[in-house]
């Protein structure tokens, strides 16, 4: 059908140089082929002015087109030739008219002449072979004339080596308007083709960049590019038109191409079939065209002519094999290899239309349909294959969510299961660590360590496995409210700290003091920061982690920074996916599930946010997200509605901030005589409100504060029954409160409640850690509320009680062997010496006065008094043993002070008998008061026996079964005091310094 829309009337041929047209009509649509036989004037080219030889003399005539060569001498060994073509062309004209002449292929330079005008040329023909230039690309030259007979003349020119050379391709003649239209025509079609193989390269191309690499679509993608210069570099030559190539490198550039759409054709068809592919010939011609290209790319124009049969060879091979590989295909029912059977069709069928064309110089408008059907065939197969893919991929994506599904309901099951037992084995290694540490070698005990490690790291496991499923059946709600980052980022801080037990290794809170609050849910904004802090933790050997925050109008940017391991950024595209982990080898030396990054970036995207990392091997890893900064009219949320009806059955009442020290907080429990007193620290307001209603109905005197500063003045001010802290406050956690407030009390001299909220076995670890008896969860539930405050304030109830019945007793007691020793060395001084009796005699009654002194059962009493006791007891001591004994007094005079009853006659009690009077020789016993600019310093110093390191260690042991409970009893009171107790330094026969130290302001506040 295409040869017949487009095939050429029969015309007259040129008849021994001469072609008569005169009965021929020249239209705008169709040209006339100027074929027959044309005059060749060989080794001349001719003047278009001068009179030509005749025919006969030097002259002959040749057929137009002819593939025979040029050279007609039987001179083999000529290289270079020559000559001039001429045609006169006999037309019937009255009147003048613009006419052309197309040049198709001349080998392989060319000068077109008309009516001895030059009209166009390509290359430079010339009779000097230096002067010559090949090249062979497609042109046309238009004219005016009102002549009846036009004179064509043609030099061309040519390398022997390089072709035949002379006219090998039709040369059409006619009107301007004919000569430009099948011009164009020809030129749209072939840009049209080049246009779909664009967008087909364009479309392979896209896939290839964002799928998954492929080698078939590669391979594809390459044979599209290769198709596309072959286009250009073919019929109109459009690419050697557009850019002036020599010969040499447009020959090159055609051989390469159509060498290259070959082989990519028969790798494509290898790597859409691989069954097929095992063939060796796929093998073998890819090599054969690798060095052939490269043969073509780097030998001299003269031998690359030589490689046209080879090349001939290469692009009929594939062409052949192909199509015959498909049909298999196809016959065997391969999906959709019909559509590749019909692409390869197409391109066998376009190669050998182009080689009969090009061998038989047959006239052919140029077809495009052909390769437009090849790769609409290949489409047709990459879409179809696209679509039945999606297909499966529906119904496999299917599949895959049943059992993910499967999958978690499966791990949420089996956490739930595994924690029971998990938390047994913990609790039972624990009992076991405790009381059989002493029993344990240095091994187990390590080893008992190291288990209950293991199991921690079990439980956080567990949890993420949990939270894990709660996220992806979207049952995670936020219950939105206004929070402190300091407060909640301290907290976290603070709960992670034992991880970092043993590394060098530092938690570093960097947040400015005029940050925002952040609308946020307090257990999530918990969990994300101990995900990310605790994940910083395991991959950071030393250095620091900082957490830092700036806020900006909207949001708040949060970012925790290590200086651990790094993470590779092909990982960290991964990293915030399910059960994905960086490099498994540097991962294992973490360990974990890759879940805590999930969750955390799941958590993130509900408070609107992301998650981003950025991170280099080695250099450490900087994560960060934002948050939405609180605005009054920020649509929150504190907690669900039932649970907040269940906080309290009291009204609320506002709380005012108290300042510290607060005075009239102080007065208002001086009044409060016999009611237990608790304090209430958090920096919220509102939960201060809270625990004074649930309270509201209790006996209590509820102190309410807002920062741990503030709590610390009023426990050095007065006594308290029970603290109550939140866990998440800023510049000091209620972990690090706890701590401080450990150094000066016992667990039972001043318990500790936490309001926390997570439950979280890591949580609750951190702070029984840091010093708590025990933990509310918030929202609270008023009645467990009560339950807890009145158990911890009945036990310090009874250990009040318990220490003052203990310090009763030591104020009334009086050895039995020290009451009979004074009473007969009064007896025996009766029958010596009647003076000294009296003295003694006075002695002894003042010891006794101030022994059993109502005061004594005072917190304090005044320095003087305490004094005198001592002197008192010493003097009658002296006066027993006589030499053995020798008392220093060093006391800074005068000083007004007060000081806790009997804490320095036990002191000295204890050193005359257990350190001085053990020595045959007795020894010396200083008493030293000392007062400097900020406090006051007693020291008991003695010669004595010493005290070994062991015991030494077990004096001030807190534990039952202790010897005696006078040191300690006064250790005790002397740190809810003042914060301290005693300091015992000792040396094995060289004695002892016990020494305890009252700040001044203690002193002022404790005498008051």
Same mark, same amino acid.
């Given at each position: 059908?295409?040869?017949?829309?487009?095939?050429?009337?029969?015309?007259p041929?040129?008849?021994?140089?001469?072609?008569d047209?005169?009965?021929e009509?020249?239209?705008?649509?169709?040209?006339?082929?100027?074929?027959?036989?044309?005059?060749?004037?060989?080794?001349?080219?001719?003047?278009?002015?001068?009179?030509l030889p005749?025919? +006969?003399?030097?002259?002959?005539?040749?057929?137009v087109?002819?593939?025979?060569p040029?050279i007609?001498?039987?001179?083999?060994?000529?290289?270079?030739?020559?000559?001039?073509?001429?045609l006169?062309i006999?037309?019937?004209?009255?009147?003048q008219?613009?006419?052309?002449?197309?040049i198709s292929d001349?080998?392989?330079?060319?000068?077109l002449?008309?009516?001895?005008?030059s009209?166009n040329?390509?290359?430079?023909?010339s009779d000097?072979?230096?002067?010559?230039?090949?090249?062979n690309?497609p042109?046309?030259?238009?004219?005016i004339?009102d002549?009846?007979?036009?004179d064509?003349?043609?030099?061309?020119?040519?390398?022997?080596?390089?072709?035949?050379?002379g006219?090998?391709?039709?040369?059409?003649?006619?009107?301007?308007?004919?000569i430009?239209?099948k011009?164009?025509y020809?030129m749209?079609?072939? *840009?049209?083709?080049?246009?779909?193989?664009?967008?087909h390269?364009?479309?392979?191309?896209?896939l290839?960049?964002?799928?998954?690499p492929r080698?078939?679509l590669t391979?594809?993608? *390459?044979?599209?590019l290769s198709?596309?210069?072959? &286009?250009?570099?073919?019929?109109?030559?459009?690419?050697?038109?557009?850019i002036?190539?020599?010969?040499?490198d447009?020959?090159?550039i +055609?051989?390469?191409?159509?060498?290259?759409?070959?082989?990519?054709? !028969?790798l494509?068809?290898k790597?859409?079939?691989?069954?097929?592919?095992?063939?060796?010939?796929?093998?073998w011609?890819?090599?054969?065209?690798?060095?052939?290209?490269?043969?073509v790319?780097?030998?001299?124009?003269k031998?690359t002519v030589m490689?046209g049969?080879?090349?001939?060879?290469?692009?009929?091979l594939?062409?052949?094999?192909?199509?015959a590989f498909?049909?298999?295909a196809?016959?065997?029912?391969?999906?959709?290899?019909?559509?590749?059977?019909?692409?390869?069709?197409s391109?066998?069928?376009?190669?050998?239309?182009g080689?009969?064309?090009n061998?038989?110089?047959?006239e052919?408008?140029?077809?495009?349909?052909? !390769?437009?059907?090849?790769?609409?065939g290949f489409?047709?197969?990459?879409?179809?294959?696209?679509?039945?893919?999606?297909?499966?991929?529906k119904?496999l994506?299917?599949?895959?969510?049943?059992?993910d599904?499967?999958k978690?309901?499966f *791990?949420a099951n089996?956490?739930?299961?595994?924690?029971?037992?998990?938390?047994?084995?913990?609790?039972?290694?624990?009992a076991?660590?405790?009381?059989?540490r002493?029993?344990?070698?240095e091994a187990?005990?390590r080893?008992?360590?190291?288990?209950?490690?293991?199991?921690?790291?079990?439980s956080?496991?567990l949890?993420?496995?949990?939270d894990?499923?709660i996220?992806?059946?979207?049952?995670?709600?936020?219950?939105?409210t206004?929070?402190?980052?300091?407060?909640?980022?301290?907290?976290v801080i603070?709960?992670?700290?034992?991880?970092?037990?043993?590394?060098?290794?530092?938690?570093?809170?960097q947040?400015?003091p005029d940050?925002?609050?952040? !609308?946020?849910?307090?257990?999530?904004?918990?969990?994300?920061?101990?995900?990310?802090i605790h994940?910083a933790?395991?991959?950071?050997?030393?250095?620091d982690?900082?957490l830092?925050?700036y806020?900006?109008?909207d949001?708040?940017?949060i970012?925790i920074?290590?200086?651990?391991?790094?993470?590779?950024?092909?990982?960290q595209?991964?990293i915030?996916?399910?059960?994905?982990?960086?490099?498994?080898l540097t991962a294992?030396?973490?360990?974990? !599930?890759?879940?805590?990054?999930s969750?955390?970036?799941?958590?993130?995207?509900?408070?609107g946010?992301?998650l981003?990392?950025s991170s280099?091997?080695g250099?450490?890893?900087?994560f960060?997200?934002?948050l939405?900064?609180y605005r009054?009219?920020?649509?929150s949320l504190?907690?669900?509605?039932? +649970?907040?009806?269940?906080?309290?059955?009291?009204p609320?009442y506002?709380v005012?901030?108290?300042?510290?020290p607060?005075a009239?907080?102080?007065?208002a429990?001086?009044?409060?005589?016999?009611?237990?007193?608790?304090?209430?620290?958090?920096?919220?307001?509102?939960?201060?409100?809270?625990i004074?209603?649930?309270?509201?109905s209790?006996?209590?005197?509820?102190?309410p504060?807002m920062s741990?500063?503030?709590?610390?003045?009023?426990?050095?001010?007065?006594?308290?029954?029970?603290?109550?802290?939140?866990?998440?406050m800023?510049?000091?956690?209620?972990?690090?409160l706890?701590?401080?407030?450990r150094?000066?009390?016992?667990?039972?001299?001043?318990p500790?409640l936490?309001?926390?909220?997570?439950s979280?076995p890591e949580? *609750?670890?951190?702070?029984?850690q840091?010093?708590?008896?025990?933990?509310?969860?918030?929202?609270?539930d008023?009645?467990?509320?009560?339950s807890?405050?009145?158990?911890?304030?009945n036990l310090?109830?009874?250990?009040?009680?318990?220490?003052r019945?203990?310090?009763?007793?030591l104020?009334?007691?009086i050895?039995?062997?020290?009451?009979?020793?004074?009473?007969?060395?009064?007896?025996?001084?009766?029958?010596?010496d009647?003076?000294?009796?009296?003295q003694?005699?006075?002695?002894?009654?003042?010891?006794?006065r101030?022994?059993?002194d109502?005061?004594?059962l005072?917190?304090?009493?005044?320095?003087?008094?305490?004094?005198?006791?001592?002197?008192?007891?010493l003097?009658?001591?002296?006066?027993?043993?006589?030499?053995r004994?020798?008392?220093?007094?060093?006391?800074?005079?005068?000083?007004?002070?007060?000081?806790?009853?009997?804490?320095?006659?036990?002191?000295?009690?204890?050193?005359?008998n257990?350190?001085?009077?053990?020595?045959?020789?007795g020894?010396?016993l200083?008493?030293?008061?000392?007062?400097?600019?900020?406090?006051?310093? &007693?020291?008991i110093?003695d010669?004595? &026996?010493?005290i070994e390191?062991?015991?030494?260690?077990k004096?001030?042991?807190?534990?039952?079964?202790?010897?005696?409970i006078?040191?300690?009893?006064?250790h005790?009171?002397?740190?809810?005091l003042?914060?301290?107790?005693?300091?015992i330094?000792?040396?094995?026969?060289?004695?002892t310094t016990?020494?305890?130290?009252?700040p001044?302001?203690?002193?002022s506040?404790?005498?008051?």
């Open positions: 059908m295409w040869f017949s829309a487009h095939k050429t009337p029969v015309y041929q040129a008849v021994q140089g001469v072609l047209l005169r009965n009509t020249l239209s705008d649509r169709d040209t006339i082929p100027l074929d027959g036989e044309w005059e060749f004037i060989p080794n001349i080219l001719a003047e278009p002015a001068a009179d005749h025919a +006969q003399d030097s002259s002959s005539y040749v057929q087109p002819s593939k025979r040029m007609l001498l039987d001179d083999k060994k000529i290289s270079y030739t020559y000559g001039t073509y001429r006169r006999l037309i019937h004209t009255t009147k008219q613009s006419l052309g002449i197309r001349i080998q392989t330079a060319s000068e002449f008309v009516n001895g005008q009209l040329r390509s290359g430079n023909p000097d072979p230096n002067q010559f230039i090949a090249r690309v042109y046309f030259g238009t004219f004339t002549r009846n007979e036009i064509v003349l043609i030099h061309v020119s040519n390398s022997s080596f390089i072709g035949k050379g006219i090998v391709g039709p040369i059409k003649f006619g009107t301007e308007q004919a430009t239209y011009k164009y020809s749209g079609l072939q *840009l049209v083709v080049c246009v779909v193989l664009i967008l390269a364009f479309y392979a191309g896209l290839v960049w964002m799928g998954k080698r078939a391979y594809f993608f *390459l044979l599209i198709t596309i210069i072959t &286009v250009l570099v073919d019929d109109d030559r459009l690419l050697l038109v557009a002036p190539f020599d010969f040499g447009s020959l090159k +055609q051989f390469i191409s159509y060498t290259g759409a070959a082989a990519f054709l !028969l494509f068809a790597h859409m079939f691989p069954e097929y592919g095992r063939n060796r010939v796929f093998n011609f890819v090599y054969t065209s690798s060095l052939f290209s490269l043969f790319l780097f030998a001299p124009t031998y490689g049969f080879p090349f001939l060879m290469l692009l009929l594939p062409n052949l094999l192909i199509p498909m049909l298999h196809a016959l065997k029912k391969v999906p959709d290899a019909v559509f590749l059977l019909l692409g390869a069709i391109i066998m069928n376009t190669t050998v239309w080689i009969i064309k061998v038989d110089s047959l052919m408008t140029y077809y495009p349909f052909d !390769l437009i059907f090849a790769f609409l489409a047709a197969y990459w879409f179809k294959a696209f679509y039945r893919n999606a297909a499966e991929t119904v994506a299917q599949k895959l969510s049943r059992a599904k499967l978690d309901d *791990l089996t956490s739930h299961e595994l924690r029971n037992p998990l938390h047994g084995i913990m609790n039972m290694a624990q076991v660590l405790d009381s059989q002493e029993v344990l070698n187990n005990t080893n008992m360590e190291l288990l209950l490690r293991v199991g921690k790291r079990m956080f496991l949890n993420d496995l949990l894990l499923n996220i992806a059946m979207n049952a995670s709600h936020l219950y939105k206004n929070l402190q980052l300091r407060a909640v980022a301290a907290g603070d709960t992670l700290r034992f991880m970092t037990e043993g590394k060098p290794l530092r938690l570093i809170l947040l400015p940050l925002p609050p952040v !609308l946020a849910d307090e257990n999530r904004l918990i969990q994300i920061l101990f995900n990310l994940n933790i395991k991959f950071t050997h030393e250095g982690i900082t830092k925050a806020a900006d109008k949001h708040v940017h970012s920074s290590d200086t651990g391991i790094g993470i590779d950024p092909a990982a595209r991964h915030f996916e399910r059960y994905e982990q960086a490099d498994p294992s030396a973490g360990g974990g !599930l890759g879940l805590g990054l969750i955390s970036s799941k958590l993130v995207e509900l408070h946010g992301t981003t990392v280099s091997p250099e450490g890893s900087i960060s997200f934002t939405p900064v009054q009219d920020s649509h504190d907690m669900p509605i039932e +649970q907040a009806q269940s906080i309290t059955d009291s609320l506002p005012q901030h108290v300042q510290a607060a009239a907080a102080v007065e429990i001086a009044s409060a005589e016999g009611r237990q007193r608790i304090l209430a620290v958090d920096d919220d307001s509102l939960n201060l409100t809270i004074l209603s649930i309270l509201a209790e006996s209590y005197e509820v102190v504060v741990a500063k503030e709590a610390l003045v009023l426990l050095d001010s007065e006594q308290w029954d029970l603290v109550i802290t939140d866990v998440m800023p510049n000091m956690s209620g972990y690090e706890s701590r401080r407030i150094e000066r009390f016992a667990l039972s001299e001043l500790i936490l309001l926390t909220a997570r979280r949580d *609750l670890y951190a702070g029984f840091s010093g708590a008896n025990d933990y509310v969860t918030k929202p609270m008023a009645v467990e509320f009560r807890r405050v009145r158990a911890l304030t310090k109830k009874v250990v009040s009680e318990q220490l019945v203990e310090a009763a007793w104020h009334a007691q050895k039995p062997h020290f009451l009979f020793n004074s009473l007969n060395a009064i007896a025996a001084l009766g029958d010596i009647v003076e000294r009796m009296k003694l005699l006075d002695e002894f009654s003042t010891y006794l101030s022994h059993f109502i005061g004594n005072d917190r304090v009493i005044p320095l003087e008094n305490e004094l005198q006791l001592v002197r008192s007891y003097a009658i001591e002296q006066e027993r043993f006589a030499e004994l020798e008392v220093i007094w060093a006391i800074d005079a005068p000083i007004h002070i007060w000081v806790p009853p009997l804490s320095i006659q036990t002191l000295v009690e204890n050193a005359l257990h350190g001085i009077l053990q020595r045959a020789r020894g010396t200083m008493i030293r008061v000392e007062q400097t600019e900020d406090s006051l310093t &007693v020291a110093i010669n004595g &026996v010493g390191t062991k015991k030494l260690q004096l001030l042991d807190p534990h039952p079964g202790r010897r005696g006078g040191l300690y009893n006064t005790s009171r002397l740190k809810q003042y914060g301290t107790g005693l300091h330094q000792s040396t094995v026969s060289q004695g016990v020494s305890f130290t009252i001044l302001p203690a002193l506040l404790a005498a008051e």
